[in-house]
C-alpha cells in the first residue's frame, strides 16, 4: 500500500528555516511523480514544488522560487523540502503526494497523499 507520512513541521519565526520530510512506502519512488503542497484553511490547495518527469524540470511556484528546494533519496525512498527566509505567509500545512502517471503540480491530479505536517511562521 502506497503510504506518505510527512514530518518536520512546527513554530519558526519569519526568515527562519525548516525541512520537511516524506518518507514513503509501498512504491518505488524513482517510477513515480512527487510533489509538495501546501493549503490554507478557506482556500484550495497549491502545488509549491513537484517534479515533472514529463521533462526533467523541477516547478516551483512563483511564491517560493528561490527560498525552497525540493529533493529526494531514492535509496531511503524520502523526500525533502527546504523552506529558508520563511515568510508569515508561508504558514500553511503542508503534504507531500506522488502519483504513477506523470502529473504536473496541480492536486488533483496526484492519486496518494500524506497526512501533512503544519508550519507556522510568526513572531
Known sequence: ???????????????????????????????????????????????????????????????????????KDSTENTVYLEMNNLKAEDSATYYCATDPGMPGCWPLEYDYWGQGTQVTVSS
Open 1 to 71: 500500500q502506497v503510504q506518505l507520512v510527512e514530518s518536520g513541521g512546527g513554530l519558526v519565526q519569519p526568515g527562519g528555516s525548516l525541512r520537511l520530510s516524506c518518507a514513503t512506502s509501498g512504491f518505488t519512488l524513482k517510477y513515480y511523480t512527487v510533489g509538495w503542497f501546501r493549503q490554507v484553511p478557506g482556500k484550495e490547495r497549491e502545488g509549491v514544488a513537484c517534479f515533472i518527469r514529463t521533462d526533467g524540470t523541477i516547478y516551483y511556484a512563483d511564491s517560493v522560487k528561490g527560498r525552497f528546494t525540493i529533493s
